[in-house]
């Protein structure tokens, strides 16, 4: 099972970013998404297609649907710069799989 | 608090071998589900492998299939990944990563160590 992400996402400080993950029927699994700031461990932001960790803001929210899967960041600053990876369990192999990820710039 | 940190990595030869401890603090270790995940240095994440909480399920990425060893010690908080036939391309940063804890289906991965890097060079 492959998940295609887009190499590179810039957006300006307070516009949305939205960081999209493809997939074959994607709609029909359950998708995380995580933050990995340079040098460090990734962090979760979104599981389950749209829930968030309580320690994570509001402005970080997902959505899934068809192929395609979405993470979205409203108000973005600076703090967001990241590489962000999406990931879901495919059932056919018992493995998780992971996309390519997406470096997220603030310009 | 909750909190992984890994432990063993450094400098191997192709062919040699490395044994990686990931120690769990803050949690019941013995309730979760725990997973291996690596990351090849300027690259995305890579799955390597998985363990349920009573060792009784494992699962590995095709690409270390028959050379990397997940297990476990409950009564130490502790998870392993021997990793034997060591090659180049395993050379990466390698992190542990706790699972949801929702044992009915696959879940996702939180929190996560800080990684411990693994270089596979003659």
């Known amino acids: 099972y492959v998940l295609t992400q887009p190499p590179s996402v810039s957006v300006a400080p307070g516009q949305t970013a939205r960081i999209t993950c493809g997939g074959n029927n994607i709609g029909g699994k359950s998708v995380h998404w995580y933050q990995q700031r340079p040098g460090q461990a990734p962090v979760l932001v979104v599981f389950d297609d749209s829930d968030r960790p309580s320690r994570i803001p509001e402005r970080f929210s997902g959505s899934n649907s068809g192929n395609t899967a979405t993470l979205t960041i409203s108000r973005v600053d600076a703090g967001d710069e990241a590489d962000y990876y999406c990931q879901v369990w495919d059932s056919s192999s018992d493995t998780w799989v992971f996309g390519g990820g997406t470096k997220l710039t603030v310009l | 608090e909750l909190q992984l940190v890994e432990s063993g990595g450094g400098l191997v030869q192709p062919g040699g071998s490395l044994r990686l401890s990931c120690t769990a603090s803050g949690f019941t270790f013995r309730r979760y589900e725990m997973n291996w995940v690596r990351q090849a240095p300027g690259k995305g994440l890579e799955w390597v492998s998985y363990i349920n909480s009573n060792s009784s399920t494992i699962y590995y990425a095709d690409s270390v299939k028959g050379r990397f060893t997940i297990s476990r010690d409950n009564a130490k908080n502790s998870l392993f990944l021997q990793m034997n036939s060591l090659r180049a391309e395993d050379t990466a940063v390698y992190y542990c990563?706790?699972?949801?804890?929702?044992?009915?289906?696959?879940?996702?991965?939180?929190?996560w160590g800080q990684g411990a890097l693994v270089t596979v060079s003659s």
């Open positions: 990563a706790r699972d949801s804890g929702i044992t009915t289906r696959p879940g996702w991965f939180d929190p």
